[in-house]
């Protein structure tokens, strides 16, 4: 099962997929309550969360569960000491980072049962994003990368154009149906392909 739950303000999306295993795939600030809240009335019980990056508005939401944590090995670390690189002050204050964060690689894959998520590195927004591929239901989930219609920021720390650039171009090759980002709707693979902005920023006219 597949629950999607889209944010309406600062928030990342959330993402819940439900199989023999349950993974929470990004949690919105620390006062993300809608996803705790989700959670609680559906009787779900997470068994993982996987973080697409580090950023305060995609891991905050990690505190209302007990479970371990992925992200990239390139941002892992910072989520596990809140470093500048997470905007640590759009936690609370005395928000030191989470204990329980596990490195995950290129090419690795999760298997939930009914779904495999394969990590593909897309440094460029930080330098430890990453999407997740469901090949068989021909999803991805973008986190900052890329969004409907545009990119993420890569002005941020670890962010790079270059890298961003490189991360797009691998994404251009994979066909995927569905996209599902960090933030805003999700949109068809077609629409990743065809995006005009993402051209441009590939082509050097930006
Ligand atoms: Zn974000
Ligand atoms: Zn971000």
Redesign the pocket.
Known sequence: MFHCIESTGID?NCYILESDLIALIDTGTHKNYRIYDYVDENDIQIDFIINT?C?Y??VGGNKFFEVPIYAHEMDYLDIKNATEKTFYWGFTPSFKGYENVNPLKEGETIDLGEYLLKIIHTPGHTSGSMCLLEEEKSYLFS??TVFKGAV?RYDLPSGSLDDLKQSLKKLCDIKVKEVFP??GQSFSGKDLLFNNYMISLMEGDI
Do not use: N
């Open positions: 990342s990056h950023h508005d995609h986190g900052d993420g960090g933030h």
